[in-house]
């Protein structure tokens, strides 16, 4: 079964961008990882929603079958990259701040910047 025209040009497109997008993110300084991976984990979230369309979309049981993967292969990224990011966010957290508050407990911006008065 011969390619059309069309196909071969997506299939062109496609190799194109893995290579570009390979090139791209190997010569992302360290510094710069976490931003960018907020940014593909948002690329992921709507590849997520495209999945969806094409799996809800029942044109032929291939398509569907396919829709199910990507679904399930973009939910994976999209939930893998926000875990990571929360990670390496947390390496960058100074260990004397404090992880939550108690209840009824005031920060410490709000009581140096508000002394309570005597009564």
Known sequence: MPMSATAIIELYVFVL????????ITRV????HTPL???????SAISLVGSLVIAGAE?????????VIAVTAATINVVGGFLLTDR???????ED????LQAGAKSPA???ASPERKS
């Open 110 to 112: 709000v009581t140096a």
């Open 59 to 67: 044109r032929s049981t291939v398509t569907t079958v396919l829709g």
């Open 17 to 24: 961008a893995g290579f570009v997008g390979f090139l791209v």
């Open 37 to 43: 991976m907020s940014a593909t984990n948002a690329i």
């Open 88 to 94: 390496m966010l947390k390496m960058f957290k100074r």
């Open 97 to 100: 701040e404090p992880a939550t």
């Open 29 to 32: 300084p360290p510094l710069l």
